[in-house]
């Protein structure tokens, strides 16, 4: 269940992609137990009302389990509970990823409902020589929470953070220049960017062409097909943006299994993006949950063995291992699983992102909750 169509589409172009490559290599080992898995979509249509339809539509299909990577996750939350249908994704969206709800696995570690602070960003900035960090986020829980918690992350980080906006609607994919200007006069010289890639690449192209200068950095990773723009390519140079997951190009044993099946089930050979790797290790965490509840698997099965699960790597992309028990409802909004909640950094140089050589952890920060 993802954004197929509707205005955020363009974001979410290749979740299905990983999703489908890795339960293609799951049933060519001969499936769970001897039974094949078969995967049908919903379609949220980028919208709230899209998305519970979805989740029903796919009920009725007599689902299983449901892979969801979607913004909009949170208004079908309440019909899937109800259903006792086990969600097994990326909390994107909000709050619902959490206790009490126990049909959610997100396979990056769930936010606490409190939303504390990782100590990350702020890391990030200052090693960057940033001084003062702005924010600019769309107006949902979780980009919200994300955006009040760089702040928090880039003060305890010894910074300041004067300017915070997180009020974007989900559409707006340009017109930021007030937003530049406001920057501008604050003396931003840092900014964290927690919006859809379009509306990303719109507010960096506007604060460079008023001569603001800063690092500027992007709260995922852009969809590879962002860069078939060479205006976004010119934008893209030596700003940065974070991995939640082990970089594909630093081509460790679990990346190289991932990339074979891409180009082997999918026919790929191009970089795959953050959205391949969502879609991939919700696949994945459907696989070990399935495994986990035993030759005759229900719903309820599925779900006590999924959470017993306490070292989740998503076939050895996760930075550190999640446990489904010890990181639900424990983590920062935006990082991976608690108690690390590491970030990848990468800068765009040329044509592709850079990695630093090690990721930047640091745990959650005490007291710091944006909730």
Not at 4 to 29: D, H
Not at 74 to 87: D, G, K, R
Not at 91 to 110: I, K, Q, R, V
Request: charged fraction near 10%.
């Amino acid at each position: 269940m993802t954004e197929f169509t509707g205005p955020l589409a363009a974001g979410f172009t290749t979740v299905a992609t990983g999703f489908n490559a890795r339960i293609a290599l799951q049933n060519a080992e001969g499936g769970v137990n001897g039974r094949q898995i078969k995967v049908v979509t919903g379609d949220t249509q980028s919208s709230t009302t899209g998305a519970l339809t979805a989740a029903q539509t796919l009920n009725g299909k007599n689902i299983f389990a449901t892979g969801a990577v979607s913004v909009f996750t949170f208004a079908a939350e309440p019909y899937l509970l109800q259903q006792n249908i086990p969600v097994v994704g990326t909390a994107l969206d909000g709050p619902e990823w959490s206790p009490p709800n126990n049909n959610m696995f997100p396979t990056g570690g769930s936010p606490s409902s409190a939303f504390p602070a990782p100590a990350t960003v702020g890391v990030f900035f200052k090693q960057q020589g940033a001084t003062n960090v702005g924010v600019i986020g769309v107006n949902v829980p979780s980009a919200v929470a994300a955006a009040k918690n760089v702040q928090v992350s880039a003060e305890r980080a010894g910074l300041k953070s004067t300017y915070l906006n997180a009020t974007i609607p989900v559409t707006q994919a340009g017109n930021f220049g007030s937003i530049v200007q406001a920057m501008m006069q604050q003396h931003v010289d840092g900014v964290f960017i927690e919006m859809e890639p379009t509306a990303n690449f719109a507010f960096m192209e506007a604060a460079q062409q008023a001569g603001m200068k800063a690092v500027y950095l992007q709260s995922i990773t852009p969809p590879v097909q962002v860069f078939q723009n060479a205006q976004a390519r010119a934008t893209a140079q030596n700003t940065w943006a974070t991995d939640p997951w082990t970089p594909t190009s630093l081509n460790t044993p679990g990346n190289k299994a991932f990339l074979a099946a891409l180009a082997t089930y999918a026919h790929q050979t191009t970089p795959p993006d953050l959205n391949e790797i969502d879609g991939w290790a919700a696949a994945s965490a459907i696989v070990k949950g399935l495994q986990a509840a035993g030759q005759n698997p229900t719903r309820a099965s599925f779900q006590t063995g999924l959470r017993a699960v306490n070292n989740f790597t998503a076939d050895g992309l996760a930075i550190t291992p999640n446990s489904f028990t010890a990181s639900f409802g424990k983590s920062a909004e935006g990082p991976g699983p608690a108690p690390d909640a590491c970030y990848w950094y990468g800068q765009y140089k040329g044509t592709q992102y850079v990695w630093q050589s090690k990721p930047i952890c640091g745990g959650i920060l005490p007291n710091s909750n944006a909730g």
